[in-house]
């Protein structure tokens, strides 16, 4: 490949090496001339003014003479768009100028709103003629090649090479592996596949969602970049390490467009922020979604089960806030029908369990509509032209799941969204539900392709329609992956409505696979806000970039062995990175029998997961807390949800911030200390929930002592306030069943309400619980932290609908200190309970004497002490009842007299 810029004066080729500057301001150039300096050098000059930044427009060009090999079924001429996006994203485009191909719709169109042009820096690159190839820059120091090898550009057949100073990479979902991705091949296509461990050795052992973003941490270690490849066509992703250390990452895809995202050096949260504003920041659960979830395939298959199974939580005292009512419900396994016959009373039942017991309930909704003549949905959606269309027949695609024939949704046709409410309204007037799981959206069919019956016969093939040949994909060039494209799922040639031209050749299974539960789960999220108008709680099965916006997702089909216990943790790391933080992993493993220890050490994980459920397939033992062992798994899951409780308050401001901002919920420690290559190594063994909290579940069998290792930085024991000042090393810790392994970072203000020992068997009910808050003081003897308050339930998180405030904790002079109460936002807080503080701890402090409170209005009240010398833990009380958003400052005095050492 050759280079040059496009000028509609005049086009010259330039093969010499020249290093550019694109310098970012207000005003966009839509096209820039190339004037040569010298042979080295070429300045980039503005001809054309825009609204946003600058940009660089250029032809590639590929000369046959000068390379006669290669095939002549290339692209000749791809024209090249780099745009500066924000200060830290760099957008690249490389595009067949002569024929428009198939482009991901843009699901964010208002990215560029929250991205900030007027404050853009210089990009440094360099630019190779002959082999093309893009080099980036910091300083002096290159971190970044793309197309240094590789730069091939087929119809069906597109590839290229990234490589990377460094072999930290993470991304690439979805999939079990290490966190860091190791060499091997990769596979991004979403597919039915029931969790298997992705070693990279042959492909094809992708599941249910498909994310090509990457992160990776340069070699000095404090920096971090993003790589998003913006193709959902079905694709392999090679890794290798080379020599000195550094990645060399290979994309090979069968469809569509080179669109790539850069998002450059910067810390790695903001990396993340930033890729998430582009793909759409994830949505803030309901309160209650926080909670625990139960579920079980085939388990409950009459409304006594259901009956039986609320019974037995309560007489049990086990934690519950949603049942996830699996499709045994249905008719037939019929979308939004109800078997009266073995559910009588469930409108009444299901009611009672939301008002009576604070108990919700999600229902599976599956991708397949049952083909039967007669049945509502399937005689609506046809009269409409409503279902995915066969090239075979030219009918609606017949597959096969678990009603038997079943049709499925064309979600590309006008009135898809109308045809999923009226479905979703018809279920409510059923019974009543708060939630959703979009299931077998992958898309899964129990026959590859097309499935042949006496209704609807395959073989009567028409090839009369060349738009819609049903063997168009039959020959690929290349098939990703290590099985056919139409494995477990339908035909590639099936096609959707399409309006114009464009449309009618590109809205084919081919390209549109892996979109298909975007908009399933989109559009049952928009019913919940609009129609039942409450927070929206839907989980997807699949997921591509953007699915956060507006659902929360399970890590598949998992086992019950400690392996996959242990891999949980990858999995909810990974989905940090991809924008969808409220995730989690099936608690005892969904296929096979957990012995009563890992079931328990997995309540004790699972409780922190930001998604907590519990499911699994009829054909194994049943995994009910009560059911597993002699009372182990059941006192395991009394205390870990209890735990996940008493910190709610601080998790789920965690996932308003992330809601709003982007960034990751949990993470692993060596993202707040990059430099620590002890917590790299040791990634999959603990996590961090925000930056303030630090945990070390139990994840081998009969492990009575974690070997939990402590970054350098002062931790106190959540539970009784015990300070660790580590320089880096592992501390041997117990490993109860009883108890939860959970440290606060110094430095950190966490709100906390202690359900331990209660009788608190709802996420709820913390809604008007009194609230504490832990100050865990760093060497500084300074702390801060933030608090989100709103009612867990109203659709639109607005101003209006919620308190979000700062708390800061600082000395003032050597005998006083004070913790500032600042409101960032909410308008109307009298629309809100007024949370009581129940009382203040002080962790690591100097002796307080005395504390008071300054109020908003002027008046002053006092707050009793108690100080423990041993612990150096200070509690506070407020003599009279307080509520947080009557406070201006809590102040308090000390004696002068220096900390013990540790």
Not at 386 to 394: E, N
Not at 698 to 721: H, R, T, V
Not at 751 to 780: E, T
Not at 800 to 812: A, G, H, I, P, V
Request: glycine share 6%; hydrophobic share 35%; charged share 25%.
């Amino acid at each position: 490949w050759f280079f040059f810029f496009s000028d509609p004066a005049t086009t010259e080729i330039y093969t010499s090496l020249f290093v550019g500057s694109v310098r970012c301001v207000q005003e966009t150039v839509s096209r820039v001339t190339a004037a040569l300096l010298d042979r080295k050098t070429i300045t980039l000059t503005k001809t054309q003014k825009k609204e946003t930044d600058y940009s660089v427009t250029a032809l590639l060009k590929h000369f046959p003479k000068e390379n006669p090999a290669r095939d002549p079924n290339e692209l000749q001429t791809v024209h090249f768009l780099m745009q500066c996006e924000d200060k830290y994203v760099l957008h690249l485009k490389f595009i067949d100028p002569e024929s428009r191909r198939w482009e991901v719709p843009q699901f964010n169109p208002n990215y560029n709103r929250e991205y900030s042009p007027e404050k853009l820096n210089s990009i440094s690159w360099k630019y190779s003629a002959n082999p093309f190839a893009l080099r980036f820059l910091k300083g002096n120091e290159e971190y970044m090649t793309i197309f240094g090898e590789v730069f091939r550009y087929f119809d069906k057949d597109i590839e290229f090479d990234v490589h990377l100073q460094s072999k930290r990479v993470f991304g690439f979902g979805e999939r079990m592996t290490h966190f860091m991705i190791p060499d091997g091949k990769y596979t991004t296509f979403n597919k039915e596949n029931t969790s298997p461990i992705d070693d990279g050795e042959l492909g094809g052992k992708n599941m249910y969602s498909s994310h090509s973003f990457m992160i990776n941490q340069l070699k000095h270690k404090e920096e971090f970049i993003g790589v998003f490849s913006r193709n959902l066509n079905a694709q392999d992703v090679y890794l290798t390490t080379d020599a000195n250390e550094g990645r060399a990452v290979r994309y090979r895809t069968i469809g569509g467009i080179i669109e790539l995202y850069i998002f450059l050096p910067n810390k790695l949260q903001q990396v993340l922020e930033k890729y998430h504003i582009l793909i759409g920041k994830s949505y803030l659960p309901a309160f209650w979604a926080m909670g625990y979830h139960h579920m079980r395939w085939g388990g409950f298959r009459s409304i006594w089960d259901y009956k039986r199974l609320i019974r037995n939580f309560n007489n049990y005292d086990v934690p519950v806030d949603s049942i996830t009512v699996d499709i045994d419900y249905m008719l037939d396994y019929k979308d939004f029908t109800l078997d009266h016959s073995r559910y009588p009373g469930m409108k009444e039942f299901m009611k009672s369990l939301k008002e009576e017991e604070q108990i919700y309930i999600a229902p599976v909704i599956d991708a397949g509509v049952k083909h039967e003549r007669g049945y509502k949905f399937f005689d609506v959606g046809e009269a409409n032209g409503l279902f995915i269309q066969s090239a075979y027949t030219k009918r609606s695609l017949v597959g096969s799941v678990w009603p038997g024939k079943a049709v499925f949704v064309d979600f590309f046709h006008p009135k898809a969204k109308w045809f999923w409410t009226l479905g979703l309204n018809d279920l409510l007037e059923e019974f009543s539900f708060n939630g959703a799981m979009v299931d077998m959206c992958d898309i899964s069919n129990f026959c590859d392709g097309e499935c042949p019956d006496t209704s609807n016969n395959i073989s009567e093939i028409s090839n009369q329609d060349a738009t819609h040949d049903p063997h168009e994909f039959d020959n690929l060039p290349y098939v990703p992956g290590a099985f056919p494209l139409e494995h477990r799922t339908i035909s590639m040639s099936g096609y959707h409505y399409s309006a114009n031209e464009y449309e009618e050749k590109y809205f084919k299974q081919f390209y549109t696979h892996n979109i298909f539960c975007f908009h399933y789960a989109k559009y049952t999220f928009e019913f919940f806000r609009d129609v039942v108008k409450e927070r929206p709680f839907v989980v997807a099965r699949s997921t591509i970039p953007g699915s956060g916006n507006f659902a929360s997702h399970f890590q598949g089909d998992n086992y019950a062995s400690w392996t996959y216990l242990k891999l949980s943790i990858q999995g909810m790391f990974a989905f940090q990175l991809f924008g969808v933080p409220h995730v989690g992993s099936e608690l005892c493993g969904f296929v096979g029998n957990a012995d009563p220890e890992l079931c328990a050490r997995w309540y004790q994980l699972g409780s922190l997961y930001p998604f907590t459920r519990s499911q699994h397939v009829i054909i194994v033992l049943p995994h009910e807390p009560w059911e597993v062992g002699n009372g182990e798994v059941v006192k395991a899951v009394q205390t870990s949800m209890r735990t996940k409780y008493s910190i709610l308050r601080y998790y789920y401001t965690r996932m308003f911030e992330v809601s709003i901002k982007g960034g990751a919920v949990v993470q692993p420690a060596f993202f707040e200390y990059p430099q620590d290559d002890i917590a790299f190594n040791l990634c999959e063994e603990s996590f961090m929930i925000g930056k303030a909290l630090l945990v070390h579940p139990a994840l081998y069998p009969k492990q009575k002592i974690i070997d939990g290792y402590f970054p350098k930085d002062l931790w106190y024991d959540i539970w009784d306030g015990s300070r660790t000042e580590s320089k880096g090393e592992t501390i041997n810790l117990d490993a109860p069943y009883d108890s939860i392994n959970i440290n606060i970072r110094g430095g950190s203000i966490v709100p906390f309400q202690n359900a331990l020992g209660k009788a608190i068997n709802r996420a709820v009910k913390l809604l008007n619980m009194p609230l504490s808050i832990i100050i865990a003081l760093d060497k500084d003897e300074s702390a801060s932290g933030t608090l989100f308050i709103d009612d867990g339930i109203s659709p639109n998180v607005t101003e209006e609908d919620y308190r979000y405030y700062s708390l800061e904790y600082r000395k003032t002079d050597p005998g006083a200190s004070k913790m500032d109460v600042k409101l960032l936002h909410g308008k109307k807080p009298e629309t809100l309970p007024y949370e009581q503080i129940e009382f203040v701890s002080v962790l690591g402090t100097r002796e307080i004497t005395q504390s008071l409170i300054t109020h908003m209005n002027g008046t002053v009240g006092l707050c009793s002490v108690q100080y423990d010398k041993k612990t150096l833990i200070a509690k506070v009380i407020p003599e009279k009842t307080t509520s947080i958003i009557e406070v201006k400052q809590f102040v308090f005095l000390t004696k002068q007299s220096p900390l013990p050492l540790i």
